[in-house]
């Protein structure tokens, strides 16, 4: 979970603007291979440090077609990203033939102190929009560690469940259940997992996110 990147005059990190022809060329996945999953998230969901195959949105895609959901998976992750970048992207990143997206953001939030006020209000922000756009919505949370303090930890572990609950969207309480602080799943930073670490993240997903497709229309 890196610094968060420099925005353009538009509001889009630089780095999304320069992969706009790739995004752009992409064909329509829905018709040919099954309903689109976009993640939107930070470096957890761009794989920082772990092969394309082996990155959460790749776990995913299996993780569905283990549960025999047809499904395309589409990573949406800047490495850095807090919810700030997560809602001045929401539009570019999530393409229109998205049929359910996973909101994976806080975590740099969360390394960064960011006030609890503005984490709800930016997730709040990025979940309107995607109801407006009539998409299924998967909430990731996170659970802040203790020694963050008592105060910070009860009100940022407080915003997904309450989230969730106000847009009546799926809630997946912690995207690093049974990979925090566990060494085996996790890479050398302690921060982000490794393969199996995110094969154990994906396994969980997969079950919300297949009850949401089934859900469209």
Not at 26 to 33: E, G, K
Not at 159 to 170: E, N
């Amino acid at each position: 979970m890196r610094k968060t990147p420099a925005l353009s005059p538009a509001g889009l990190p630089r780095r999304a603007l320069l992969a706009l022809p790739l995004l752009a060329l992409a064909p329509p996945a829905r018709a040919a291979r099954g309903p689109v999953v976009t993640i939107l998230g930070d470096s957890i969901t761009a794989g920082l440090g772990l092969p394309a195959a082996a990155a959460l949105p790749a776990q995913l895609h299996l993780a569905l077609n283990r549960l025999g959901v047809a499904n395309v998976v589409r990573g949406a992750g800047v490495s850095g990203d807090t919810t700030a970048g997560g809602a001045a992207r929401v539009d570019f990143s999530v393409q229109p033939d998205t049929a359910v997206v996973v909101v994976a953001l806080g975590g740099n939030d969360l390394l960064q102190g960011v006030d609890t006020k503005t984490t709800r209000a930016n997730l709040d922000k990025i979940l309107t929009r995607l109801k407006a756009r009539h998409m299924g919505v998967v909430l990731a949370g996170l659970r802040a560690p203790p020694e963050i303090g008592a105060n910070y930890a009860r009100d940022f572990n407080a915003i997904f469940p309450a989230l969730a609950k106000a847009h009546h969207v799926s809630l997946y309480p912690d995207l690093l259940a049974g990979i925090a602080r566990n060494g085996a799943l996790n890479q050398e930073d302690a921060i982000h997992p490794n393969a199996k670490g995110a094969e154990i993240i994906a396994t969980g997903l997969a079950p919300l996110v297949a009850r949401e497709l089934k859900k469209r229309p």
